[in-house]
């Protein structure tokens, strides 16, 4: 049977992953969900449900849950359970079936498949994102499709190899930037939740997931973010009503909280970009000097980072910088370092620098850092190791440990960038060589420090 694309999606946002026939002996439509944690304006979700209509099959929507994932830990396993259970919900509301299993995701989605018609998967960067697609694409015989629904303009429609500076990427953001702002329509499943499933299979709510899961239960959770698509509906509002307006002119002062506080959301696939700038154009028009300045951050950073680890396949390693960044940073091993730091006296925010330690300890209780201070709080850390290569895994492990954002494109680009990727070169100095330096001083021009200093200073 042939099926017809949807025609609401652009058509650069679905990858034919595996061609073939639908299985006809199928029982559903299976949609992996992974990167898009959602059920608002999620693309991969609505073209599942689509298919599913159009051969009048229920969709089945299955999340896999592992504990071996890298810095497995209580603070960001709340988070991301809180979401999809929400979510998990939502989507019973609208009749689709949706099961959590407590196994590794390719393998859950390889057993699934098995009664399966096709599969659907959302698409994510990472290296183990891809592996698992890779994988489960070479281990299925029905058609597998990706749908990109985790950037505004998809990543390899934006440049077919990795970009060394942002600006070359920024042209042609803008000149497709409203092409992909496409709205994602709720579609009705038109055959209602029909699986029949063991009696109490997976009804769990988060306390007893977490309870199940050999994770680090050392790292406090955090109360400040709360997981959930609705919870990220809340913070975009209050961001386009009382805080965009004063964004490009204070977005580096990490006291006067004007950025929109939704990385941790973005970062599990809480809340859809495309979703995000919808919003803020329904207010604002995209020539507002806020609008541009957020549209920098939220899309050619952002996007930027996906091209990153996306096209380097050393993206979280020393290894990956660019050569001329590596060579400088070690003609200066030499240069005399006036503080050296353990790994534990760091974690433990207990340096001679209150800038450094608030930074820390914001990381510590919040689980992000306000992007100013951050930049400072990675550059220091060239300072105070041996080797920029410990600075740069130093960085990698408090950040993908600590952050609710961490283990996403943007940390691996936000500390590539402090090792000089995606910057040019400076004039020489002391152990940064030609990568450019942030000092306690630089810190203070753009922001006045105190509040923050109070807000983390314990
Ligand atoms: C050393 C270092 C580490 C970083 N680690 C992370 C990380 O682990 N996860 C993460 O999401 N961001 C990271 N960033 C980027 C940035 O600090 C955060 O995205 C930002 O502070 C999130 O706050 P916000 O949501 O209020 O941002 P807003 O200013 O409201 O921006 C909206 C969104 O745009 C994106 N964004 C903003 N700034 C950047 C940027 N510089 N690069 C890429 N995307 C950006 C984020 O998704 C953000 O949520 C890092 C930056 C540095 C310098």
């Not at 946002?13 to 029982?27: D, H, P, Q």
């Not at 029905?142 to 950037?151: F, N």
């Amino acid at each position: 049977m042939s099926l017809e694309f949807p025609d609401f999606l652009r058509k650069e946002r679905i990858n034919i992953l595996k061609r073939g026939n639908i299985n006809s002996k199928g029982a559903y439509i299976l949609y992996f969900m992974e990167a898009s944690q959602r059920a608002d304006h999620n693309p991969a979700l609505e073209v599942a449900i689509f298919f599913a209509n159009q051969v009048k099959a229920p969709l089945l929507v299955y999340f896999g849950l592992i504990d071996k994932y890298r810095y497995s830990n209580v603070r960001y396993y709340k988070f991301m359970l809180q979401g999809i259970i929400k979510t998990r919900q939502k989507l019973r509301q609208r009749g689709i079936n949706f099961v959590i299993l407590k196994m590794d995701p390719p393998q859950g989605a390889i057993l699934l498949a098995d009664r399966a018609k096709m599969i659907v998967f959302d698409r994510g960067y990472l290296r183990h994102q891809r592996l698992w697609r890779e994988e489960i694409t070479r281990k299925v015989s029905i058609p597998v499709l990706e749908v990109e629904g985790e950037v505004v303009v998809p990543v390899e429609f934006l440049a077919q190899k990795e970009v060394p500076y942002a600006r070359f990427l920024r042209p042609r953001i803008f000149r497709y930037l409203t092409h992909f702002l496409e709205p994602i329509p709720t579609l009705e499943p038109k055959i209602k939740d029909q699986l029949e499933f063991p009696e109490n299979w997976e009804e769990e709510t988060e306390d007893i997931y977490l309870s199940k899961l050999n994770i680090d239960k050392g790292v406090s959770t955090v109360e400040y973010y709360q997981g959930g698509e609705d919870e990220a509906m809340l913070r975009l509002e209050v961001f386009v009503r009382e805080r965009l307006a004063l964004y490009a002119q204070h977005r580096s002062d990490p006291g006067m909280k004007v950025t929109s506080e939704l990385s941790p959301y973005l970062r599990f696939g809480q809340i859809s970009p495309v979703k995000i700038l919808r919003r803020v154009l329904e207010d604002y028009p995209l020539e507002d000097e806020n609008v541009a300045s957020f549209v920098n951050e939220l899309v050619v950073w952002r996007e930027l980072a996906r091209n990153y680890v996306w096209f380097n396949p050393l993206y979280n390693q020393y290894e990956g910088l660019p050569k001329w960044a590596r060579e400088t940073l070690e003609a200066h091993l030499g240069d005399k370092r006036p503080y050296i730091y353990d790994l534990d006296v760091l974690e433990r925010a207990e340096t001679h620098d209150p800038y450094w330690n608030a930074a820390q300890r914001e990381l510590l209780t919040k689980g992000t850092i306000h992007n100013y201070i951050r930049m400072y709080w990675c550059k220091k850390l060239i300072e105070w190791t041996d080797h920029p290569k410990q600075a740069f895994n130093i960085a990698c492990y408090l950040n993908d440990k600590y952050a609710l954002d961490g283990r996403d494109p943007n940390g691996y680009a936000g500390i590539s960038w402090c090792f000089g990727s995606f910057d040019r070169p400076f004039p020489e100095r002391q152990i940064y060589g030609k990568v450019r330096k942030m000092s306690q001083a630089s810190l203070l021009t753009k922001a006045n420090f105190s509040r923050y200093l109070e807000e983390f200073s314990s």
